[in-house]
């Protein structure tokens, strides 16, 4: 009788030891499982995170309008010879490359479309200039345009419409935009491109990162040489 008992006891025993083992493998697949789901979803968070912010920054410009935007008038002819555009970096934006190798003008007009009028002889970084004459003067030397048409006469016309980067505030003499720096855009326009009254303009810079920048204005009565276009 004793016996008997104490074989039952032993039996009810070995089945605890089992029953705790399937517990402790469940727990340990559960923790194994529950481990992998808490990983695959701090992963997705943190790329859904490099998304959002990767999309934040191509969908904002780097650049923006640092002033007025004013037109070079031949008031003779009623046209404009050139659009001046102040530039700045954007509000906490990173610094911006503006050499023509990564970046590209285009133009646009009632009556012509250029797809890129920008070119490596046109940034001019070797120092600040003080008046937009000097700076397009020394984009000739460079070469980058024939004639400077800035002093508003028709004679003075380029043989082609050409974008002329250049710095009234340059802290380190190359073609970076930083923060606290200032730069121009200069569009020199051919005398069949020059725009005219009611006509619409509109320049674009495309930078590398971030969305370009787009400028676009119509152009008043041309009856100064300084044509403020707001």
């Not at 032993?10 to 808490?38: D, P, Q, Y």
């Not at 002093?151 to 930083?178: C, E, F, M, R």
């Amino acid at each position: 009788m004793n016996s008997t008992t104490r074989s039952r006891k032993t039996r009810r025993g070995v089945i605890g030891i089992e029953s705790a083992i399937v517990m402790i493998a469940f727990v340990i697949v559960a923790a194994a499982l529950a481990f992998v789901v808490l990983n695959m979803g701090f992963s997705t968070t943190q790329k859904a995170k490099t998304a959002i912010s990767s999309s934040v920054t191509e969908s904002s410009s780097a650049l923006e309008i640092a002033g007025k935007v004013t037109g070079i008038g031949y008031v003779s002819g009623s046209v404009l010879n050139a659009t001046v555009i102040p530039l700045k970096v954007a509000g906490g934006g990173d610094a911006v490359s503006l050499d023509p190798a990564l970046a590209d003008i285009k133009y646009y007009s009632n009556t012509v479309r250029y797809d890129n009028i920008y070119k490596s002889a046109c940034v001019l970084t070797s120092t600040a200039y003080t008046t937009v004459s000097s700076a397009v003067d020394a984009a000739v030397t460079a070469g980058c345009t024939d004639k400077d048409a800035v002093n508003g006469t028709t004679a003075h016309a380029p043989t082609t419409t050409q974008a002329i980067v250049y710095w009234d505030v340059n802290k380190n003499n190359n073609s970076i935009l930083d923060q606290g720096e200032h730069a121009n855009l200069v569009i020199q326009y051919k005398s069949a491109d020059r725009p005219a009254q009611l006509d619409n303009i509109k320049a674009e810079v495309v930078l590398p990162t971030g969305s370009a920048l787009t400028v676009e204005r119509q152009v008043p009565a041309v009856t100064t040489q300084i044509v403020d276009l707001g």
